[in-house]
């Protein structure tokens, strides 16, 4: 891909800004979800974004004023800017060769307007903490983490206040700023410590990946004079290699978005990201009930209450620890509105402790229901799955209003699951499935549509499940 045209400064209110120019980005996203990602890509930012070959990335062109949106993308886990694009590298056929092939591109690549994004980004996230910073008072002892706090249904544009903050370039004036100022100053007079990361996917090549990363890297290091550090970096630069495909990039996140609302973590929790694509799987409209029945630490409706204000979750678990979790998950989000300066501390979301097979709800009164379902791996066992996976339907049916109630349920234990769903046939149908990486399993996220009969009436509503020599309950506490 071409760079572009550079940027060009001009004076505005005695400071010098730069002209927006284009650049490509790309993004890491759970496999199997780049098309999910790809449609809010489109969405939030009005750019069409391509699907690589590789599976779990997607690129897409953005104009620099646009890069604060980009972090409040939630179906991507990580961000970089691309410095150049191959589709079909030749790659030499010896080692030797191959090798001096990168050391000799280091030199010739665009890097321009890629490290100006890259300063640019930068500059972004240390004005966003300054703001938080200044919002957030001198911490308290407080009863937060482990006490329940009274939870409104208020719903609330959480994204929109925080695009206005973000997109918000003054800065007040005081001390704390001018000495960050003459520290920054400081900083820019020293070489920059950088690291090289290569991934890399394919067997045609002569080489490994730490091959390349250390030739490429003692290349770029030798153009810019920056000092190699493998821990303590500045920049990173990612040479991704699939097959004959070669991008090179400079990352914009320090760690993974999927973690970014999550601090009381379970045995199996799901990552931020998955849930999103799950839940945008479920096209959640205004006034929606949604349900997760096995909230497990609340990562589902978490993102749910957050994207989409004007519905309301319900998230519940047999295991008092799981409901502890998502309750401490919730009051971190609940903490951060207000140390943020939100004027409204409600959430559209609830919580309780409850048996999934005998839910505490009116028949046919929830819209959609979205769960992570036990695998059989570390929590539970395929055997109990047989007993579990159909009671489970059949509740979900019952609470789920007949022609318009939809499911959308991960799970790994897919002969079980179908299985399970041929015997419910009378109760929900099956739109398609989305096959994803989980932890390096191959799992599918199932989504359901609800058939227009009414529950009582099919045959499916009075047939017994299979018994397994384990209690039903025993199989529930086992999800946990």
Known sequence: MSEGTGPVMSASEGEEVPQPFSVTIGATVPTGFEHTAAEEVHEKIGAVARVSKDRGRIYFEITTDNLP??????????????VEYYENYHFKDSKEEAL????????????????????MNNSFKKKRSRRRGAATSKPKPSSDASDPVKLQVEPDALQEKEEQEDACAEQETNPQTEQDSEMQEQAENKPLKFRVTCNRAGDKHSFTSNDAARDFGGAVQEFFQWKADMTKFDVEVLLNIHNNEVVIGIALTEESLHRRNITHFGPTTLRSTLAYGMLRLCKPQVSDVIVDPMCGTGAIPLEGVIEWTHSFFLSGDNHDMA??????NINHIVKRRKDGGSASLGLPIDTAQ???????????????????????K????????????PSCLREMARVCRPGTGRAVVLTQDKKCFQKALVRMSGLWRKSHTVWVNVGGLHA?????RRTGANFGTTPEDVREPYTAPESQEEDVQDKV
């Open 69 to 82: 949106k980009v972090h409040h993308l939630k179906s991507v886990d990580n961000l970089f800017v691309v």
């Open 100 to 119: 001096l092939d990168f050391q000799e591109l280091a030199p010739t690549l665009p890097w321009t307007n890629a490290l100006e994004v890259w300063k």
């Open 323 to 328: 409901v502890s979790r998502t309750v401490n």
């Open 354 to 376: 409850w048996d999934l097979c005998h839910l505490p709800m009116r028949t046919s009164s929830v819209d959609i229901i979205t769960t992570d379902m036990p695998f059989g």
């Open 378 to 389: 570390r929590m539970g066992s395929k055997k109990k799955n047989w007993d579990l996976y």
């Open 444 to 448: 599918g996220v199932f989504v359901l």
